[in-house]
């Protein structure tokens, strides 16, 4: 049993390891490439449409839906971004039905740069909606003492992104493969469906801090104005 694809190499030569987690997570990158290539490729506006393009429209319609109710204005600025996160992380967590297949998710090194593709875009929306200056100050707000503070939770979440994914996708492959061994037939199967499951929570939960992070960049914080006005009877 491995705990990691990355224990998986199929080829090496000197320092250079070719390791599951590269194998997989290019294979998955190709296929969302070329599937997004096929199903966009003959859109309709007609009532009549294919049922590829119907899944597809239910799945931006409800990345959209879930961003707005983040609190995030203009969604469609973020659902490129969100939207691609999240199919990423569930489908590299269904493949797990393949035969030989290891998530790449079950690495530290994918959870991690996913955590770090999360960590550069949220400043990224919040200077480009703020500008650099204004979203610079709000590390030093309500005072320049929480500016050490403000960068650390910064760097925190980044790496409690990274550990939430990698460890319940790992917690998974432990709990089957012990279950295999002592119970191979019943058990295995139902924990391959709970796996499934939490996988695509997972996914959901990645990317919804994704975008609470990116609404807290984009949040206005002063507004002195506002104060009084949102305390009055």
């Known amino acids: 049993m491995h705990l990691s694809p990355d224990q998986i190499i199929f080829w090496q030569y000197g320092w250079l390891r070719l390791n599951a987690t590269i194998v997989f997570t290019w294979a998955l990158m ?69 035969p030989g297949y290891e998530p790449p998710t079950g690495s530290l090194s994918t959870t991690a740069a996913l955590a770090l593709c999360v960590f550069v875009a949220v400043p990224l929306f919040g200077i480009r909606d703020q500008g650099l200056s204004a979203y610079l100050k709000s590390y030093t707000e309500p005072t320049v003492i929480m500016l050490p503070f403000n960068i650390i939770s910064e ?25 295999l061994t002592i119970t191979p037939f019943v058990f295995p199967v139902l924990m391959t469906v709970l796996g499934l499951l939490t996988g695509m929570v997972q996914a959901y939960i990645f990317s919804i801090l994704a975008a609470v992070y990116i609404a807290a960049a984009m949040r206005t914080r002063d507004s002195p104005a506002a104060s009084p006005a949102s305390n009055s009877p």
Do not use: D, K
């Not at 490729?41 to 009549?48: I, Q, V």
């Open 30 to 98: 190709l296929v969302l490439v070329i599937g997004a290539h096929l199903v966009t490729r003959r859109l309709s506006t007609e009532l009549r449409r294919s049922r590829w393009q119907n899944m597809l429209e239910i799945i931006v319609v409800t990345i959209r839906q879930q961003i707005v109710e983040m609190g995030l204005p203009q969604p469609e600025r973020y659902v490129g971004f969100l939207g691609t996160l999240f199919l990423f992380i569930a489908l590299a967590n269904l493949c797990t039905l393949i």
């Open 155 to 179: 760097l925190s979440r980044t790496l409690a992104l990274a550990v939430r994914l990698f460890g319940n996708m790992m917690s998974g492959v432990m709990i089957i493969g012990i279950l």
